[in-house]
DNA sequence: GAGTGTGAAGTTATTCACAGCT
DNA sequence: AGCTGTGAATAACTTCACACTC
């Protein structure tokens, strides 16, 4: 009786998932230096983390290095593009038009990776009608309606705590399928959609806690 | 020969240490609701992790619960700000004074739990003589004096991924114990320092791998 | 010789399950 | 009865170490 072959993704943690986004970073500044490929050694020094991880992480989606050379720089960068899925773009929209959300808004980071904020929300009546870089501040009763219309793949979430499980509620309702959530509260989203968290209080306590 | 018992702090993980913050916040709210005393499974479910968690985490400062009752949360909420070292403030520095920078220093999370930013530095000629809410942006060049003589404990980097390193050797020299990082890149940092890193590329990256 | 790929070993973190207190 | 505190069991993750390839 054959057991099923897993896929490759089913054994992927996400710890695994988090260090290929920083191997991609440092291949990308190999890239500009013109360095053609790069060892387990090097990868890890300049990832902060083992070169044992590394080789781990790379062999669990193939075998991308050559033995005695190393990886080349620019094909390991192509593979793990593509398997971010960073080799396509992505829709995403905002809820919260404060100061995270200009800041936000404004990384160029983004764009140049695939991701597009192509609407943004709010629930103030100051803010609503308000122009970014010629993307108007929508009315947050609009959210669900406007990300279907749109086909928005990502809600970013920079409201106060208060509001972001009902506006994480209607970005579902409105068909998202990842959540990145920058309010300090737990929320709580169907199977079938994606959330991350980053909690800047939790960093700086954590901080507080090591330095005490 | 009897073994030295080692205090509790060195058998304190790094996700203790988050999760003890997570209880935190959400202690927080249940003051404001009124409520005298929760349970594992109450505050498990609010801060998103499991009941058995909940009380591992806390049995390692402490018995803080009754059984039968659970746990106080005004008294365990004033014992986790105590061992996360909230009960004093913390005085930051920041350097890179973009949008990013912008948000934090109007975040009023910060401030309200202690953490206080006194200095501003930025190495763009342009920005540099701005006044930020009464707070003039200074040169990156008197960061390691400035930061020396104010006293700053802990510095937040929100420079482009090309300067951090060099900031966050300054900051090191200035004194500074801990540093919250939010360029996309590794830093190294000596002995004695406490760093964390906020790296928004990577949590978009990974949210596009499990859409994918 | 240099450096990958990987099973095995080791370590760390989480969950179970239940004795014991209120 | 209800719920904590915690050793024991399990699961997840990392590091080791070495066969193997270029």
Same mark, same amino acid.
């Given at each position: 009786m054959a057991v099923p072959e897993p896929l490759p993704e089913s054994r992927v943690s996400e710890p695994s998932v988090r260090r290929l986004s920083a191997y991609y970073r440092v291949l990308g500044a190999l890239c500009g230096e013109g360095e053609n490929t790069v060892s387990s050694y090097a990868l890890a020094r300049r990832a902060g983390v083992t070169p044992a991880q590394v080789r781990k992480d790379l062999s669990i989606f193939g075998h991308f290095g050559k033995r005695g050379t190393g990886y080349p720089?620019?094909?390991?960068?192509?593979?793990?593009?593509?398997?971010?899925? /960073?080799?396509?773009?992505?829709?995403?929209?905002?809820? *919260?038009?404060?100061?995270? @959300?200009?800041? /936000?808004?404004?990384?160029?980071?983004?764009?140049?990776? *695939?991701?597009?904020?192509? @609407?943004l929300f709010d629930s103030d009546p100051a803010k609503i009608g308000q122009t970014w870089n010629g993307l108007v501040v929508e009315?947050?009763?609009?959210?669900?309606?406007?990300?279907?219309?749109?086909s928005v793949e990502i809600g970013l979430i920079t409201t106060p705590a208060a509001a972001a499980q009902d506006v994480c509620d209607l970005f579902v309702r409105g068909g998202v399928r990842g959540i990145l959530n920058f309010a300090p509260r737990k929320l709580f989203v169907p199977e079938g959609v994606s959330l991350r968290n980053v909690n800047l209080a939790i960093e700086l306590e954590s901080l507080s806690f090591a330095l005490k």
């Open positions: 720089v620019i094909t390991l960068r192509q593979e793990i593009q593509s398997i971010l899925g /960073l080799d396509r773009s992505w829709r995403m929209a905002l809820a *919260g038009a404060g100061n995270l @959300a200009h800041a /936000l808004f404004a990384y160029k980071e983004f764009p140049a990776e *695939g991701f597009h904020i192509h @609407a009315s947050v009763e609009r959210l669900v309606p406007v990300v279907r219309e749109t």
